[in-house]
């Protein structure tokens, strides 16, 4: 039989080159939340799979954080939301900007 686990039975903790016992002791202690912690960098040469909404519009050229908010308002950039925090997968990126080079081919073409 399964169960349904809440956030307060489990605690996942994940560092990226923590090289100092007592910073992962201080890292799990559970007393911080998500929004409060770092992001965790990326190894060299291999992208995030996801950006916040303020990272994704540094992405895209450094486009203004709301149109972020407004692409995701109107359904066009799907998203996840952590607590307050809108994440973007960065397929969902790719895809956008395939689609407006579609379109821009298309607009050539006539």
């Known amino acids: 039989m399964s169960r ?4 307060q039975d489990v605690h996942v903790v994940m560092l990226v080159g923590v090289e100092d016992d007592d910073r992962l002791e201080q ?3 559970g007393d911080d939340t ?12 291999i992208p ?16 203004p954080t709301k149109a972020i908010y407004r ?15 809108y994440i ?6 790719v895809r956008l900007l395939e689609e407006a080079e579609f379109k821009c081919r298309a607009e050539e073409a006539r």
Do not use: H, M, W
């Open 88 to 93: 973007i997968p960065r397929c969902e990126l």
């Open 4 to 7: 349904l686990v809440s956030p």
């Open 48 to 63: 995030p799979l996801a950006y916040d909404a303020e990272t994704a519009a540094e992405q895209l050229g450094n486009v």
């Open 71 to 85: 692409l995701i308002e109107s359904g066009r950039l799907k998203f996840i939301q952590i607590g307050r925090k």
């Open 34 to 45: 998500v929004e409060d912690r770092p992001a965790a960098a990326a190894p060299p040469g």
């Open 27 to 29: 890292e799990s202690s």
